[in-house]
């Protein structure tokens, strides 16, 4: 199945190492103590992908704390970018905007420090959910259609393919319709924008192995490998994803059986991203208890035995983890 790229850089890469991807922008940025000034005003309090604009020196510390330490990857500060979230906001008319300006940001630190050290740098645009489950039984979660879908990360995929990124990660993903729903229209934003970038799709399992709604890890990949259909264009045979893996959720731990499932079933590279461990509630705050050792040597692990060719941290993870990984 043949795809054009106008940017390759990135699976390049993967051909000659394991790529390291960056820890957690989230909590990152929670241990700055921001105000709501910070984030722009009490309207905006809270939204982290906004401070790009409001505060950019903020994701600035955070992208750095971890380029220090020589990830390969920098994810963008896009995550809640698209329109059904930021409208929670009222920044849904800003969305190119927000995620154009988040993209610069991390493209300009990361060719900064690949031109300092002399290792190559990528800049992955983070795609989250709609905070939608179009396949739910729920009327309110399941109220949106699957070409509305399309649209919404279509529009996020323009402002991030604009900023310059070298892949687009659909990340955090509970619900498979919406999966193919966002390569559709990232399809959709390479037509519109003439670029054609790797992409990147991670799920998120529970502690079962399953995404939200039940689906197994095996069908993941039947779903994810299928040719997609946005509105009337017909996208071109072989179409779909470059890489498929897992992120947040859990810790390592719990991904190990269907690491080992993706490892030894899937002919695209595969990426593992975790949390430091499962989130405990203390004093009303997540808290991730997995220390940056057994992280990186349960990573190490799965590279290692599983062929894993992406790793890297999700929630609570720091740069002390990614070092050591």
């Given amino acids: 199945m043949n795809r054009k790229y106008t940017n390759r850089e990135y699976l390049e890469a993967l051909k000659k190492k394991v790529l390291v991807f960056d820890g957690a922008m989230g909590t990152s940025l929670q241990v700055q103590d921001l105000t709501a000034e910070h984030f722009g005003g009490e309207q905006y309090n809270g939204c982290n992908d906004y401070l790009v604009i409001s505060y950019p020196e903020a994701v600035d510390k955070v992208h750095r704390s971890f380029l220090e330490v020589g990830v390969d990857v920098l994810e963008t500060d896009t995550f809640r970018s698209n329109r059904i979230t930021m409208q929670e906001y009222g920044l849904q008319d800003r969305v190119i905007e927000i995620n154009e300006t988040a993209a610069r940001l991390a493209r300009r630190l990361a060719d900064e420090y690949a031109e300092k050290t002399g290792q ?23 109220d949106v259609t699957f070409d ?23 990340e955090t993903s509970q619900d498979i319709l919406e999966v193919k729903a966002a390569i559709t229209g990232i399809h959709k934003a390479f037509d519109e924008t003439g670029s054609y970038l790797p992409i990147q799709a991670q799920v ?53 059986e269907p690491i080992r499932i993706l490892g030894e079933t899937s002919t695209l590279p595969v990426s593992c991203i975790p949390n430091a461990g499962l989130p405990l509630n203390v004093d009303g705050q997540a808290v991730y208890p997995l220390e940056p050792e057994p992280f990186a040597n349960d990573l190490y692990e799965f590279v290692t035995k599983h062929n894993i060719s992406v790793v890297g941290g999700c929630c609570g993870t720091t740069p002390e983890h990614l070092k050591l990984l």
């Fill in 120 to 142: 190559p740098r990528f800049v992955a645009g983070s795609i989250g959910p709609s905070g939608k489950l179009p396949s739910a039984n729920d009327p309110q979660l399941s």
């Fill in 148 to 170: 509305d879908l399309a649209e919404t990360f279509c529009e996020q995929a323009i402002g991030l393919i604009r900023g310059g990124v070298d892949v687009l990660l659909i």
């Fill in 204 to 256: 998120t399992l529970d502690t079962t192995g399953r995404i939200m709604l039940g689906t197994e890890v095996n069908a993941v990949l039947v779903i994810l490998f299928a040719t997609v259909v946005c509105g009337a264009l017909a996208i071109l045979e072989g179409i779909g994803v470059d890489l498929i893996g897992l992120n947040s959720s859990t810790g390592p731990d719990h991904m190990r």
